[in-house]
């Protein structure tokens, strides 16, 4: 399958802090790409969809300012967690649409964010 | 009611065994169909596309019914490794994945 990847792998941070996170497509190019979100024992909640070269598109409930989307190219896009607290503490995942193929997510290995 | 309802598990089952999954959802435009398997802190990954004709994959079965929307999964001769998370996917075109809340599986020696 197609490979994505995602960076950093896992953040410990102060609260206040910025944390930016990377999601690449590394061998097919995603126009679409997907932020989920997902707290201890819940399922994966979707919480922006970014388009390459547009803004991106966020779940209701979501604050866009506080978790800015950047899609600038056909294999990146970067969620940034604008002053972080306790709160965002998660496992944050991107998954790139491969829509040449079968029309299907594929997910990053994830980043785990505590904010302390 | 949820988009996209899952057997709510945990399914506790010995090496060997045949289980089986239910996913039900309640959009009838959607029209692409997916199991996913998501092992503990890790990101889900990719099972089997399900079709209406129904696919199977080694030990894996999926069947998708859609006048009952209404999809399966059918795992035989359970192994150790098949222990993890299932998520049904749902998908209209263009639009977004909806993900079910999962059925833990947990295959016990």
């Known amino acids: 399958g197609a490979v994505v990847s995602q960076h950093p792998s896992r953040v410990i941070c102060k609260s206040g802090t910025s944390v930016k996170i990377e999601c690449r497509s590394l061998?097919?190019?995603?126009?679409?790409m997907f932020w989920y979100r997902q707290f201890p024992k819940q399922s994966l909640m979707l919480m922006a969809t970014s388009n390459e070269g547009s803004k991106a598109t966020y779940e209701q409930g979501v604050e866009k300012d506080k978790f800015l989307i950047n899609h600038a190219s056909l294999t990146l896009s970067t969620l940034t967690v604008a002053s972080a607290h306790p709160e965002d503490s998660s496992f944050y995942i991107c998954?790139?649409?491969?829509?040449?193929?079968?029309?299907?997510?594929?997910f990053g290995p994830g980043t785990r964010l505590t904010v302390l | 009611r949820k988009e996209v309802e899952q057997d709510p598990g945990p399914f506790n089952v010995p090496e060997g065994a045949t289980v089986a999954f239910n996913c039900t959802y309640s959009n009838s435009a959607s029209q692409s169909f997916f199991w996913y398997r998501q092992d503990c802190r890790k990101e889900p990954k990719l099972l089997m596309s399900?079709?209406?004709s129904g696919n199977e994959d080694g030990r894996f079965t999926a069947q998708l019914n859609r006048a009952s929307q209404y999809i399966s999964l059918l795992i035989r001769d359970s192994k150790l490794s098949d222990s993890a998370t299932y998520l049904c996917?749902?998908?209209?075109?263009?639009?977004?994945?909806?993900f079910g809340p999962g059925t833990r599986l947990s295959v016990l020696p």
């Open positions: 399900v079709y209406s």
């Open positions: 996917v749902v998908n209209k075109p263009s639009q977004n994945f909806v």
């Open positions: 061998d097919f190019q995603a126009t679409t």
């Open positions: 998954s790139a649409r491969d829509a040449a193929g079968v029309d299907t997510q594929y």
